[in-house]
């Protein structure tokens, strides 16, 4: 009679560690994404709303999101 061994994942190789931790790329902004200046809020500070025409949506951003935006550059590395 046979036994039924519990079944386990091929061990994978651990990958090459050189001291250093690697940083993830920031993926590109898609270029059909529009942004618009949009109302004031009652403290007010600025916002802006973020048209999707994929989803045919708008999101409405504060200033620090609008900072994060413009400050985006493709292919740039991640701060951990």
């Known amino acids: 009679m046979a036994v039924n061994q519990p ?3 091929p061990e994978t190789p651990a990958p090459h560690v050189t001291g250093v931790q690697q940083v993830p790329d920031i993926p590109r902004l898609r270029q059909d994404i529009k942004l618009f200046p949009g109302p004031q809020h009652r403290d007010g500070s600025p916002s802006w709303r973020i048209l999707d025409p994929i989803r045919n949506r708008f999101f409405e951003i ?8 413009v400050r985006w550059a493709a292919g740039a590395k991640v701060d951990g």
């Open 7 to 9: 079944q386990t994942a």
């Open 62 to 69: 504060v200033w620090r999101e609008f900072e994060l935006l």
